[in-house]
């Protein structure tokens, strides 16, 4: 059976429908992943689970060593990876608790360390990242929100920004303008980094609140908590019923 991962991140420190087996403390030549690997079993199938912020939730967006979490995954020999995370929503569908499937990102973070192929014993390498999501990836999370009975929105444009501040009114104008449907922070460099991995990736975005300007008033934590407590019970349900399908 491929070896499936999943990322969790804000929400998502852990699943508590996981049958924990064993635990991987690993080092990698980029340095300590977010936490330890937790190796256990979801539906009588057996996945990797990785809090992305840590356990418990610390590390802020622009400080995840990402090249570090991936690498870790790849040595376990993960072939396949969902990534789930809190997002804001730009688009009138994109409601607070809502589910996304993104298709496409846009990279507003920087200074991040976002490729494996930046030292002298790499050749120079361009990977091809026309779609940075996987597309069988995503058919089946789609048929499992289908199976499932869960409303989602099958596509979406995922727009990555540093953090931890949220956004202001002109810079979700400005994305939504580029296209934008999500905001989030933690996209990237991850999907770039399972791409140069030859990992499989793809992303379940739940909507834990409207993006700057989208409604009345100051966002919330208490909103956001809120709304993230509804979203999460669907996504277990969501990757319960994903692993039922391989």
């Known amino acids: 059976m491929t070896q499936l991962a999943i990322i969790g991140g804000t929400g998502l420190t852990q699943i508590s429908e996981l049958t924990v087996i064993r635990q991987h403390t690993i080092d ?8 330890d690997f937790i190796v256990g079993e979801l539906n009588q199938k057996e996945v990797i689970f990785l809090a992305r912020h840590g356990n418990p939730h610390k590390l802020p967006p ?3 060593n990402y090249r570090a979490n991936l690498w870790g ?11 789930v995370a809190a997002v804001g929503g730009i688009s009138q569908t994109m409601i607070p608790s809502h589910i996304a499937i993104p298709d496409q990102i846009i990279d507003y973070t920087s200074g991040r360390l976002h490729t494996f192929f930046e030292d002298n014993d790499y050749p120079v390498t361009h990977i091809d990242f026309t779609y940075p999501y996987n597309p069988a990836l995503r058919a089946r999370l789609m048929m499992a929100a289908a199976k499932a009975n869960l409303s989602i929105t099958p596509f979406g444009t995922y ?12 810079e979700i104008k400005r994305m939504e303008n580029d296209g934008c449907h999500l905001v989030g922070m933690t996209g990237m460099p991850e999907a770039a980094l399972a791409k140069e991995l030859k990992m499989d990736y793809a992303a ?9 300007g989208k409604t009345a008033g ?22 319960k019923t994903f692993i039922s399908l391989e």
């Open 73 to 83: 995954l790849k040595q376990l020999g993960v072939e396949q990876i969902i990534a």
């Open 28 to 35: 990698t030549p980029y340095g300590s992943p977010s936490a």
């Open 62 to 64: 622009h400080k995840i």
């Open 218 to 239: 100051e966002i919330t934590m208490t909103d956001i908590e809120h709304n993230l407590q509804a979203g999460m019970a669907n996504i277990t349900h969501l990757l």
């Open 204 to 212: 379940i975005s739940v909507v834990a609140n409207w993006a700057a």
């Open 159 to 170: 727009g990555c920004t540093q953090g931890p501040r949220l956004e202001t009114v002109a």
